[in-house]
C-alpha cells in the first residue's frame, strides 16, 4: 500500500449535473399536467436549450463572481474629499447574469412557460430574478393602468408607457428592472404606519420641469416625496414603485419614480458637464444578509425624489397588491426551484459516491436502501410542492388572459373554471401558497445538503455546480421575503373569513377538493372548512399557520390525485400513496404500495430506472 497525499490517492468523481428540463421527473409531469401537448411540444425546443445554457461553465464563473466580489459603496459613500456620494457598485458577473423578459404570446399559459423558465434558471441565477420578480410586477401595474382608456393624463400616459417599454424589453441595453420599496423601521407587512410623505409639487410649468433621462426627454414627476426606507432589494434597478402617505386620513398611495434624473449642472472628473444622478436617493448602507449576498439591499434616505401617483390617493395598497400577488409567485418557483437543482446535485451525487455496507461490500449510493429512500421522501414533497405551485401560476395566467375568445380548458377537470373564480380565490393561493411552499422548502434543501455529506455543507465555489450550501442559504429568504410565513398565514385567514368573500372562496375550494376521488381527502377537507367556519378570524387566528398548511395539504392530496389519474404510472401512484398516508388522508395498510429499493429509485430517477440502469448510469 502506498500512502494517499495531496495529489495522490483517492479523489472523488464528480457528480454530473443533467439538463433538469429531461432530467427532472417532476418538472416533467408537471409540463404535461399544466401544458396542452401542442404547446408544450412547441415550447420544448427552447425550455431544453435553456435547460443546458443554465449549466454552463460561464454561468457559473459568473454566480462565483457576483459571490466574492459583493456589492458595495465606492468610498464607504464618500469620494476622496469627503463630499457624500452614493455610487453603487456591482460586479460584472452580477451584471451579466441578465434574466429573460416575458413578452410571449401564449394565451392563459403565458404563465406557466414563464416560470417553467424560472424554475431552470433559478439555481444559476446569482438572484437576479428577485429585480426580475418585482420587474414583471411592476409592468403588470402599469400595464394594468395603460389598458384603461381614462384616468390618465396624456402625459402620465406617456411616462407609464415609456418605464412598461423599458421593463418588457428584450434588448439588455434597453431593458429596466424595477425595485419595490415598502419596508420601514416600523414594520415590514405592516405598512399602516408607514413615515415616508409625499407632497403634491408641480413644476411651474412644462419648460422648468427636470428630465428622468436627456435623451429620452421623459419628465420627472410632480409629488415630491421624502422619508426612509429599511430594506430595498434591487437597489442598482432603474425605476421602484413604493408607498408614501399623501394625507394621514388617507392612508398610504402608490408611486412610481425613476431611479436617476439628469442634471445639467453635474461636472466629471474631466470637465464635461452635464450628467445622471440620483433621483434624490442617497444610499445610508448596505445589509449584510446571511445568503442572497449578490443582491445589493441598501437602507435609503429619501429627500425630494420626485414621482408620479399611480391610481388613487389612498389606495396603495390596493395597487401594490398586483404587484405582490406576481412577486409572491416568483418566491415560491424560487424556493422550488432551489429544492430542484439541489436534488438533481444529489441524485448526480448518489450515482458516483459508494459507501461501505459491510463485510468489505461497497455500493453506490444511488443502490444504498436507506440513501434512495431518503431521496424518494424528498422527491415525493418536493413533486407536491411543484403541484401547488404551479396550479397557483395556472390560476394566475388564466386571470391575466386578456383573450376575448374563451379560455381554452385546463388539462384536468378539477380546476375550478376561470368564469366562476373571483379574485380572492387567487388571493388565497397567492398567500396560501407562499406561506406553505417557501417555508416547506427550507427542509427539503437541507436534506438535499445532508445527502452530500461533509462536502455539502461547504461554499464549493471553486466547483460551483455542486454547490447545494449557497442554494440552502440562499432559499432561506424564500419563508421571509414578501410576507412570511405567519403574515401570510394570517392574511390567508383574512380571506376565507372575509365577511362577503369568503363563502365563495371556500366553496370554491370544495368545488376541487370534490373532485378528490378518495374519502380520506373529502374527510381532510371538511375536518378544516368545520374548524373554519366554527371559528371567529380572531379566535382562529393562533391556529392560522396550521390550518392553512392543512388546506394547503388537501390541495396536494388532490393534486397529486388528479396527476396520477390524468398520466398513470406505478411511480406516480406510489408517490400519491405516500403523501396521502403520511398526511393522514389514508391509513397504510398490509400489502398496499411497495416500499422497495427499485421503487424508490424509479421515484427518483424516473420510471422504468430499477437497479441495473441506475447501476448502468453509475459507470457513465
Known amino acids: 500500500m502506498e500512502p494517499s497525499s495531496s495529489n495522490r490517492g483517492f479523489f472523488q468523481q464528480q457528480p454530473v449535473i443533467k439538463n433538469q428540463f429531461y432530467d427532472d421527473v417532476s418538472l416533467r409531469r408537471i409540463t404535461k399536467l399544466f401544458l396542452p401537448s401542442s404547446l408544450l411540444d412547441q415550447i420544448s425546443p427552447e425550455a431544453g436549450q435553456l435547460g443546458d445554457d443554465v449549466l454552463s461553465q460561464q454561468i457559473f464563473d459568473w454566480v462565483t463572481d457576483a459571490e466574492h466580489n459583493q456589492p458595495h459603496l465606492r468610498g464607504s459613500g464618500r469620494d476622496a474629499f469627503g463630499k457624500p456620494v452614493s455610487e453603487l457598485v456591482v460586479t460584472e458577473g452580477w451584471r451579466n447574469i441578465v434574466a429573460l423578459n416575458y413578452d410571449s404570446n401564449y394565451g392563459p399559459y403565458n404563465r406557466l412557460v414563464e416560470f417553467i423558465r424560472c424554475h431552470l434558471w433559478e439555481g444559476s441565477c446569482a438572484n437576479t430574478l428577485c429585480p426580475a420578480a418585482m420587474q414583471d410586477g411592476a409592468a403588470r401595474l402599469l400595464q394594468r393602468h395603460l389598458s384603461k382608456e381614462t384616468g390618465l393624463s396624456p402625459t402620465e400616459r406617456r411616462v407609464f408607457q415609456n418605464a412598461f417599454d423599458h421593463l418588457t424589453s428584450r434588448d439588455p441595453t434597453k431593458a429596466w428592472t424595477s425595485g419595490q420599496w415598502m419596508t420601514e423601521r416600523t414594520g415590514g407587512s405592516d405598512v399602516s404606519q408607514t413615515e415616508t410623505v409625499a407632497t403634491y409639487d408641480p413644476y411651474p410649468d412644462a419648460s422648468s420641469t427636470p428630465f428622468a433621462d436627456a435623451d429620452e426627454k421623459i419628465p420627472l414627476g ?199 373564480t373571483p379574485p380572492s380565490h387567487l388571493r388565497l393561493l397567492s398567500s396560501l401558497h407562499k406561506s406553505h411552499a417557501s417555508h416547506t422548502a427550507i427542509p427539503l434543501l437541507y436534506s438535499c445538503l445532508q445527502a452530500l455529506g461533509g462536502v455539502g455543507y461547504l461554499l464549493n465555489s471553486e466547483t460551483q455546480a455542486v454547490n447545494v450550501a449557497r442554494l440552502f442559504r440562499d432559499g432561506c429568504v424564500g419563508a421571509v421575503w414578501e410576507g412570511t410565513t405567519d403574515v401570510l398565514a394570517g392574511d390567508a385567514l383574512r380571506v376565507v373569513k372575509h365577511p362577503r368573500e369568503g363563502g365563495r372562496v371556500v366553496g370554491g375550494l370544495e368545488g376541487v377538493v370534490l373532485g378528490g376521488l378518495r374519502r380520506g381527502v373529502r374527510k381532510g377537507w371538511e375536518e378544516v372548512k368545520g374548524r373554519v367556519e366554527a371559528g371567529t378570524q380572531e379566535e382562529l387566528l393562533p391556529e392560522a399557520r396550521g390550518l392553512v398548511f392543512q388546506i394547503a395539504e388537501v390541495l396536494v392530496a388532490v393534486l397529486y390525485l388528479v396527476d396520477a389519474v390524468t398520466h398513470p404510472g406505478e411511480e406516480i401512484e406510489e408517490m400519491c400513496r405516500r403523501y396521502l398516508v403520511e398526511k393522514g388522508f389514508v391509513r397504510e395498510e398490509g400489502g398496499e404500495g411497495r416500499r422497495d429499493l427499485a421503487m424508490d429509485q424509479a421515484i427518483v430517477y424516473g420510471a422504468g430506472k430499477g437497479p441495473g440502469q441506475v447501476a448502468a448510469e453509475t459507470k457513465l
Open 222 to 420: 410632480p409629488w415630491s416625496i421624502s422619508g426612509f426606507k429599511w430594506f430595498s432589494s434591487a437597489t442598482d434597478s432603474q425605476m421602484t414603485i413604493l408607498l408614501a402617505k399623501t394625507d394621514p386620513s388617507k392612508g398610504v398611495s402608490a408611486f412610481f419614480a425613476p431611479m436617476r434624473r439628469h442634471n445639467p449642472s453635474l461636472v466629471s472628473p474631466t470637465g464635461v458637464r452635464g450628467g445622471s444622478e440620483l433621483n434624490g436617493v442617497t444610499i445610508q448602507r448596505l445589509k449584510h444578509k446571511l445568503g442572497t449576498q449578490s443582491l445589493p439591499t441598501a437602507e435609503l434616505e429619501l429627500n425630494n425624489m420626485r414621482a408620479w401617483l399611480i391610481g388613487e390617493e389612498g389606495q396603495g395598497i390596493r395597487e401594490i397588491s398586483t404587484i405582490l400577488t406576481i412577486t409572491r409567485v416568483h418566491t415560491t418557483v424560487s424556493s422550488v426551484g432551489y429544492v430542484g437543482r439541489a436534488l438533481a446535485v444529489a441524485k448526480g451525487f448518489a450515482l458516483v459516491r459508494e459507501v461501505g455496507v459491510g463485510r468489505g461490500r461497497r455500493l453506490p449510493l444511488s443502490s444504498h436502501p436507506l440513501h434512495m429512500r431518503t431521496l424518494a421522501n424528498i422527491t415525493t414533497h418536493y413533486h407536491g410542492l411543484m403541484l401547488l405551485v404551479f396550479y397557483t401560476v395556472s390560476l394566475l395566467g388564466q386571470s391575466e388572459s386578456e383573450s376575448s375568445s374563451p379560455s381554452p380548458s385546463p388539462p384536468f377537470t378539477t380546476t375550478p373554471p376561470i368564469t366562476t
